[in-house]
């Protein structure tokens, strides 16, 4: 475990960085191109921690992986849905995105696997998940309360199930995805609110047939032989988000980030910063690419108070924690609806947000389905803070750090690894002293 001291000082934001490739794309992109038939080469592919446990597993599965550090290049040669048979366990880590798409492709897979994980993903339940994939003809068997370990038999006879969402996941949906894909008849998923896109937009790019609206997705059968494609991953917009906050708020910045991805599912935190007043720049638009891109510029700007509806919520579920610091930075009261979903999902980040910033001087109220924050709160450090090993509330911690000339300690800062290793490297590049 690593602590890092922030500095004595405030500073600005100047410059251009890239932030790196969109994570959860990747992750999808991964299970897609070892499913599929032929050669996938994932291009901008990030080598954070939880994408190499995603290749890991895919591997242990047989695909053969083959990785260019040196040009971000990621080369799959899938299985054409023959997954191997083991003899020791698939181990997901703490990686919950992979857990939920790993059970999902597992669902049409007659062999028998055991799935593990870390110390995070042995106490999360997958009730609900679980429930729907047994409704459609695979059998999972947990020890105790429906969490990891847990032993898996799919089978080759999967039937298409139709789920009204009673919890707005995307990870539940892409699990369910990913089974249906292999079904015998067609699986619905009824939405509740709207969530990030990627996994029913990719498996139609490698040639499954998903049907896309509003309110409905609807998983086809008959077009389960997939194929290996060739995509460009665009910048992660959650990462982009804790440039887009700090320079907001850093006054007297302004900094350019190329090439970030512009899904409409993940820019929530770019739609409440216009709705706070902000005034940002998208250059060099591309709608050519599998998902959408841009060149964003972000020039610091007085911000003010909002109401964040719970439509909003799913896509800014990554951004929560840099919301409640730009809303404490803010002028007026911003409160966030609707959160209950989030809360049954990160019960634990929207807990450690809450009580790190306290240390930092910032308070809000917290119930169920609601978070209040009042605006022009000085950052005052109380005491040093803690990531609880969560690598957005690290990187939140971070930016805070720029707006006060007060040093603290971020301890178990090594959790940003998780999912952007350079990140603070990346930071200072563009940081100039007040």
Same mark, same amino acid.
């Given at each position: 475990?690593?602590?890092?001291?922030?500095?004595?000082?405030? $500073?600005?934001?100047?410059?251009?960085?890239?932030?790196?490739?969109?994570?959860? =794309?990747?992750?999808?992109?991964?299970?897609?191109?070892?499913?599929?038939?032929?050669?996938?080469?994932?291009?901008?592919? #990030?080598?954070?921690?939880?994408?190499?446990?995603?290749?890991?597993?895919?591997?242990?599965?047989?695909?053969?992986?083959?990785?260019?550090?040196?040009?971000?290049?990621?080369?799959?040669?899938?299985?054409?849905?023959? &997954?191997?048979?083991? @003899?020791?366990?698939?181990?997901?880590?703490?990686?919950?995105?992979?857990?939920?798409?790993?059970?999902?492709?597992?669902?049409?897979?007659?062999?028998?696997?055991?799935?593990?994980?870390?110390?995070?993903?042995?106490?999360?339940?997958?009730?609900?998940?679980?429930?729907?994939?047994?409704?459609?003809?695979?059998?999972? *068997?947990?020890?105790?309360?429906?969490?990891?370990?847990?032993?898996?038999?799919?089978?080759? @006879?999967?039937?298409?199930?139709?789920?009204?969402?009673?919890?707005?996941?995307?990870?539940?949906?892409?699990?369910?995805?990913?089974?249906?894909?292999?079904?015998?008849?067609?699986?619905?998923?009824?939405?509740?609110?709207? #969530?990030?896109?990627?996994?029913?937009?990719?498996?139609?790019?490698?040639?499954?047939?998903?049907? =896309?609206?509003?309110?409905?997705?609807?998983?086809?059968?008959?077009?389960?032989?997939?194929?290996?494609?060739?995509?460009?991953?665009?910048?992660?917009?959650?990462?982009?988000? $804790?440039?887009?906050?700090?320079?907001?708020? /850093?006054?007297?910045?302004?900094?350019? &980030?190329?090439?970030?991805?512009?899904?409409?599912? *993940?820019?929530?935190?770019?739609?409440?910063?216009?709705?706070?007043?902000?005034?940002?720049?998208?250059?060099?638009?591309?709608?050519?690419? %599998?998902?959408?891109?841009?060149?964003?510029?972000?020039?610091?700007?007085?911000?003010?108070?909002?109401?964040?509806?719970?439509?909003?919520?799913?896509?800014?579920?990554?951004?929560?924690?840099?919301?409640?610091?730009?809303?404490?930075?803010?002028?007026? !009261?911003?409160? +966030?609806?609707?959160?209950?979903?989030?809360? &049954?999902?990160?019960?634990?980040?929207?807990?450690?947000?809450?009580?790190?910033?306290?240390?930092?001087?910032?308070?809000?109220?917290?119930?169920?389905?609601? =978070? %209040?924050?009042?605006?022009?709160? !000085?950052?005052?450090?109380?005491?040093?803070?803690?990531?609880?090993?969560?690598?957005?509330?690290?990187?939140?911690?971070?930016?805070? /750090?720029?707006?006060?000339?007060?040093?603290?300690? +971020?301890?178990?800062?090594?959790?940003?690894?998780?999912?952007?290793?350079?990140?603070?490297?990346? &930071?200072?590049?563009?940081?100039? %002293?007040?």
């Amino acid at each position: 475990m690593f602590d890092y001291n922030t500095k004595p000082y405030k $500073f600005r934001f100047q410059g251009e960085i890239t932030v790196p490739g969109d994570k959860s =794309i990747a992750h999808r992109a991964i299970a897609l191109g070892a499913l599929a038939k032929g050669v996938t080469q994932i291009s901008n592919f #990030t080598y954070a921690d939880d994408l190499a446990v995603t290749a890991k597993v895919f591997q242990d599965l047989g695909a053969k992986i083959h990785t260019e550090i040196s040009n971000k290049d990621m080369i799959i040669k899938g299985v054409d849905h023959q &997954l191997q048979t083991l @003899d020791r366990p698939l181990n997901v880590d703490n990686v919950g995105t992979l857990e939920s798409l790993l059970l999902g492709v597992l669902a049409s897979s007659t062999n028998q696997y055991q799935v593990v994980g870390g110390k995070y993903l042995s106490q999360r339940s997958n009730e609900r998940l679980l429930k729907l994939l047994r409704g459609m003809g695979a059998n999972y *068997r947990s020890t105790t309360k429906q969490v990891l370990p847990m032993q898996v038999s799919g089978s080759n @006879d999967l039937q298409g199930i139709t789920y009204h969402q009673d919890i707005s996941s995307a990870q539940i949906k892409s699990s369910l995805v990913l089974a249906g894909i292999y079904a015998k008849t067609k699986t619905t998923i009824i939405r509740k609110l709207p #969530t990030r896109n990627h996994t029913e937009v990719l498996a139609n790019y490698f040639g499954a047939d998903v049907t =896309i609206e509003p309110d409905v997705i609807v998983v086809h059968p008959g077009h389960d032989q997939l194929q290996g494609q060739s995509l460009t991953i665009p910048g992660d917009f959650s990462s982009a988000a $804790f440039y887009i906050t700090g320079a907001l708020l /850093s006054d007297n910045s302004q900094i350019t &980030l190329p090439r970030v991805g512009l899904n409409s599912t *993940r820019i929530g935190l770019l739609n409440v910063a216009k709705q706070m007043g902000a005034n940002i720049t998208v250059e060099n638009r591309s709608t050519k690419n %599998v998902e959408p891109y841009g060149d964003l510029v972000i020039k610091s700007q007085k911000l003010h108070g909002t109401t964040i509806s719970a439509e909003q919520v799913q896509s800014i579920i990554d951004e929560i924690p840099l919301i409640a610091l730009m809303a404490s930075q803010a002028s007026g !009261e911003t409160v +966030i609806e609707g959160i209950h979903d989030v809360h &049954l999902q990160l019960s634990d980040r929207i807990r450690n947000m809450r009580v790190e910033l306290a240390k930092l001087g910032i308070v809000m109220q917290l119930n169920d389905d609601t =978070i %209040v924050i009042k605006g022009q709160q !000085e950052i005052t450090v109380k005491d040093d803070v803690d990531s609880h090993n969560d690598h957005r509330i690290a990187m939140m911690l971070c930016i805070a /750090s720029i707006l006060t000339d007060q040093p603290f300690k +971020i301890k178990n800062i090594e959790a940003i690894d998780i999912s952007y290793p350079g990140f603070i490297a990346d &930071l200072n590049k563009v940081l100039l %002293v007040k």
